[in-house]
């Protein structure tokens, strides 16, 4: 976690910080998996009753760093898409992915989040209008 929730103003200063790496690796499913979990490993500081919404962008495909996730067999597995939209679906909290055309499909079980997936290849117009939703959605 680079930047807790706060106003928008730190949050771009923060953002404008950030550099690329040299790796393909995004392991956006576990971004999605422990910003919903109930055991708030990322220490976010949600405020009671908070509309949780998370939204990803990506040209990448849905990703794990090999997280190991206990499931409710007993019984431990790999991170999928499936768990970490059944982890997004039990915290409340919404996805939205922003993903390129070509990897937008192994995003396809996080829709169940109540989100959608876009292409993050889209007019500026477009993705624009699609943010807007996701914001007056959260009002």
């Not at 989100?115 to 993050?120: A, L, T």
């Amino acid at each position: 976690l680079v930047q807790n929730l706060t106003d928008v103003a730190t949050f771009n200063v923060a953002v404008d910080k950030q550099v690329s790496g040299d790796s393909s690796l995004e392991p956006t499913l576990d971004a999605i998996y422990l910003t919903a979990s109930p055991d708030n490993k990322l220490n976010i500081n949600w405020r009671a009753g908070a509309d949780k919404t998370m939204i990803v962008f990506t040209d990448e495909y849905a990703q794990s760093n090999n997280m190991a996730v206990s499931l409710s067999d007993g019984g431990v597995s790999g991170l999928t898409p499936t768990i970490a939209a059944e982890m997004a679906i039990s915290a409340g909290m919404r996805v939205y992915v922003f993903a390129d055309n070509i990897s937008a499909h192994t995003f396809i079980p996080i829709e169940t989040a109540g989100g959608f997936i876009s292409d993050v290849h889209a007019s500026m117009t477009k993705m624009e209008e699609e943010l807007d939703s996701i914001i007056d959605i959260c009002k």
